[in-house]
């Protein structure tokens, strides 16, 4: 990666041209069952791609919640697969180990096998995603096997699905017991490798992560799963209507806007640029 003034930066990547770059598999991830519950955040961008791995974060969700947290949609429903792989090849160039799983966008899945399958491998070849992820149990496990038959390792996703939220059920915990334990296994039966729950009642997703044998990924459903994800956005501060089950480990929004606030008044000022930056500055 070029610096902006055109120097090399510390860290060059370049994923076409190194061999040697490996990413955490969809494999590595299923053997993470049942060991210490790990860590997963959305990225889609190239540097908080890079601040998500540096922090030892090594599965990173392109999640069409970058509708709402950074195209700033009120929902996921208008995300595009070309926004999908246009985040995706951005995460890929600021990261070199992660596993990177794309989040199938509403319409991009649902009509036909074709569709799905067409967009999954959109998402790897164009996108550098080395997983899908797509909405839905039983009524989409058909789906998910069409994917997988292509070789494309594919994740679930149960509880509240927030593509059709909106439209009918909206976003309070899901608690059919047996209606969520058939989705997560038809979805398992499917071959997922994983299956995020999201808003799931907690004892519920205890007794589904007991019941799989692939990785439960928690959001808003409570200690028992296998991992837990949340949105970049939500852990940093960096939206304002983060929901209640996330936790905000800083106000960077809040950072952001103090030194914006001091650039703008130095400008008025007359203080910036100083002495430091018109030293720095080379004479062409
Ligand atoms: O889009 C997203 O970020 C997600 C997570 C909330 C699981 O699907």
Redesign the pocket.
Known sequence: MKARNGTESARPYEPEKNPAIRRLTAGAIKRRKGKTPFPIA?AYDAPFGQFVEAAGIDVI?V????GNVVLGYDE?TPVTTENIIYHSQAVARGTTRAHIMA?MPFGSYQVSDEDALRAAIRFVKEGGACSV?L?GGRDQAQRIRAITAAGIPVVG?IGVT?QTAGLGPGFKMRTHRDRLIDDARSVEAAGAYAI?L?VVDFEISREITELLSIPT?G?GSGPHCDAQ???LHDILGMYPHSPPFAKRYAEVGNIATAALTRFAQEVRDGVFPGVGERAGVKVL
């Open positions: 959305t969700l999640g069409d919640s970058v996921t989040d992820k909405e996703h927030p995020v999201e990924i959001i994800v949340l949105v």
